[in-house]
């Protein structure tokens, strides 16, 4: 289904944000249209939940990048449910956001900021877990490593390899 809207310079720059995200996790370059389903695919499980006014209030740090003018018109090819998704929330935004109406490019917005949001919490638990695995692991194997049981270089170097493989292993799980 074909859908040709007018986005703001804040949009393009969201849509590539999320496509530099995609081409280093899954090595692919999406299209915009790929880039919407998708965020709109995601949004769309967690739809109820959503606080919209959170989304289009809290500011978020993306990159800048070289906007054309023809980048504000997407030309946009798109799946039947993800159009009636927009179209589903540019209905219920006006009451949320307690403004008059909003147009679908501003639909568009909330829905890439709310992938761009969920990707960094989801980076915030996963550094989270990070440093407690790194703490949890140092303090046993420091403690071990500087022991008496850990005279030699050959005690001290297996004691540190036994630190990285229980890292690595917990980073794994």
Sequence with gaps: ?????????????????????????????????????????????????IDWKYVNEKKIKVDKYDISQASLRPKLQVTLEAKEKLIELKNILPQILEIRSVTLGVCMKLILKFALLERELKQEDKNIKIDRILNKNKSKYI???????????????LCIKKLVMNILLELDN
């Design 143 to 157: 403690a071990e490593l500087y022991s008496e049981k850990a005279k030699s270089d050959s005690e001290k170097l």
């Design 1 to 49: 289904m074909n859908l040709e809207v007018r986005i703001s310079i804040e949009t393009a720059e969201l849509f590539e944000e999320l496509r530099n995200y995609y081409k280093k996790t899954i090595g692919l370059n999406l299209s915009k249209s790929d880039i919407l389903i998708k965020a709109i695919s995601y949004a769309t499980n967690n739809w109820e939940e």
